[in-house]
């Protein structure tokens, strides 16, 4: 069935203390005020940065049935002019929009990524690297992962292993970036729990910005997100203190979304980023 986010009015302002929202500090009150955000309040906080790999001016501009008249793809329209179409009242856009606020580097790439997929030949809909940068940019996320002995118990799908009995050396030894802006989307609804697709890399020696360009480049590069195969999966409802049943065992055996792992399922190494 095809999600459908909950209306603004019936969002009480309690869901965005949940952990997932601190990223978003800054700009709490385009979620919890009554209003939608207009257009321009979002162009004001994007202040006209421009892309990365394009070099042009980035600005949202509200989806309407004649900006599609210019036989643009979504990501070509955004890397070649700079608009990124934006849907009014709708909290996938929002979260979108939001994300570019808080991932810029990141959302560049991704895009610029798209973009050159777009020029390969496929007899598909979709190459795999697109599969791959739409899982990522819908519903990715970046763990540094600092205790490389848990990677035994996540590549397994050993999930009471990995975020119940192993959670304090999660959390110790791993670091969650949210990229993807629908699973915010999602947790604006408690029953729904999203799956975040990964990607790992080692620990840095580089500070937290550097990391982020580095890893952008090499997205930008193709040597990333070439293939859907390579994220991992991670419940984000099995974090401490993420979702209300997180304080039972029985909660990482039971709920849908710790999935054991099929048969020849394999992942690649840690990514270095160094």
Known sequence: MRFRAPLRTAVPAATFSHPAFAM?????????????????ELNERLAGRA??????PLHFVQQIPSLKGDGLHY???IFDTGIIATRAESWHDLFNALMWLARFEL???INA?????????CHQPR?????ALTHFDEGGAVVMLRDPTLLALWDDHDWPGLLWRERARWASGADLMLVGHAIFEHLLVPSVLPVAKCLVIAPATTTAHDRVSALAQRIVDGELLADPQALRPLPLAGLAGWHADSTSESFYREAACFRSRRAGRLYPPITDIN
Not at 113 to 121: G, N
């Open 24 to 40: 978003f500090a800054a700009h709490l009150a385009l979620l919890t005020q009554p209003a939608w955000p207009p257009i321009a």
């Open 75 to 77: 990501e070509r329209r």
């Open 127 to 131: 190459t795999r690297a697109q599969c």
């Open 51 to 56: 892309h990365l790999f394009s070099g042009q």
């Open 113 to 121: 990524a798209y973009v050159r997929e777009l020029a390969r030949p």
């Open 107 to 109: 959302k560049c790439a």
